[in-house]
């Protein structure tokens, strides 16, 4: 698989890679050893049940009783219930065996640039607020890329090559805006267009862009449509935060009837928009996070809840569920 996705540019493999998208996905070691890895799981667990399935019905009607000296037995245990403990703490060992193997492989320790944190947390401690950054430039800055997640600041060109569909509707010619970075670091003798040099980390610039839009904002409606342009000077900036990865907490103060505030997260099936702690309309702005403001003070919690994580999480509970309950008749019998 790691040969194909290093030939994936060229045909054949490219036209087997563009019928089955799915492909791309694997690319990465790890992505490798888990489809590896869960087929032999599950071939061992299957022989481990096969093997206490005949070990309890060979030792159904076996029991084990303790006595002390010759006193009469005090208690007497199914030799099935033991069958079961000693084969739970088989898949444990098991479960932990391959954990550890693993382990080794998908986690090698890496040393972080000192100077990509140096230069990312400088950048925090100077402006605290929501925005996005650019590494590199035109090639992404790998390397800088762990001390962003640790800093906690979006990089916007972190992308693998893939056609996203909200990406590409947020990027066409009438669209009326679109996410860009507020600040960028790249050499500093190359200086991006309209980009004001902050500070130089030892050849790194820290480039600032003044016409960036905020990362949060109210804007009138009516310009916010499909082949209309967003005139800067028309939108207020609104305070923004992420609270935890799933919610996106906005506050505004406007005195507009005919604004919608809209914060800069790419919309995905299953976000949705409470108003002061009340559910309200959800309107999705040029595939960004939208909603209907109203004048004055108010808080906008956009909430990513996708059907698909309830759908899974009820099967995992009713599973538990089941299998709880075989279990508990089984001792009952």
Do not use: C
Request: charged share 15%; hydrophobic share 45%; proline share 8%.
């Amino acid at each position: 698989m790691l040969l194909l996705w290093v030939a994936n540019r060229f045909q054949p493999v490219k036209y087997l890679y563009e019928q089955i998208p799915f492909l791309y996905r694997l690319r990465f070691p790890n992505r490798l050893l888990i489809l590896a890895a869960s087929p032999l799981l599950i071939v061992g667990a299957a022989s481990l049940q096969g093997l206490m399935v005949v070990i309890r019905k060979r030792f159904r009607n076996y029991r084990i009783s303790f006595a002390y000296q010759n006193n009469p037995p005090v208690r007497s245990t199914p030799m099935r219930g033991i069958t079961t403990l000693a084969f739970i703490a088989i898949l444990f060992f098991s479960l932990k065996d391959v954990y550890l193997t693993n382990h080794s492989f998908g986690f090698v320790a890496t040393a972080i640039e000192p100077k990509s944190l140096q230069a990312l947390r400088y950048l925090k401690n100077q402006d605290k607020g929501m925005y996005y950054i650019n590494l590199g430039g035109g090639a992404l800055y790998w390397s800088w890329t762990p001390a962003a997640y640790i800093v906690q600041l979006p990089v916007i060109n972190f992308n693998y090559n893939q056609h996203l569909t909200n990406r590409d509707s947020q990027n066409q010619p009438d669209s009326p805006f679109v996410a860009t970075p507020k600040y960028q670091f790249s050499p500093t003798l190359e200086p991006p267009i309209g980009a004001t040099l902050l500070k130089d980390f030892e050849g790194v610039g820290l480039w600032y862009f003044p016409d960036a839009l905020p990362f949060a904002f109210t804007a009138p409606s009516e310009e916010l449509i499909t082949g209309a342009k967003l005139d800067p000077t028309h939108i207020t900036e609104a305070a923004a935060r992420y609270d935890g990865p799933n919610r996106v907490i906005v506050k505004t103060s406007k005195d507009h009837t005919e604004d919608t505030v809209v914060a800069l997260v790419s919309n995905y099936p299953g976000w949705k928009v409470l108003r002061d702690g009340e559910p309200i309309q959800f309107t999705p702005v040029n595939e960004y996070l939208g909603a209907p403001a109203l004048p004055g003070e108010h808080t906008y919690t956009f909430i990513f809840d996708p059907p698909l994580h309830k759908i899974g999480l009820t099967i995992t509970l009713l599973t538990i569920f089941i299998l709880l309950f075989l279990v508990h008749r089984e001792q009952l019998n």
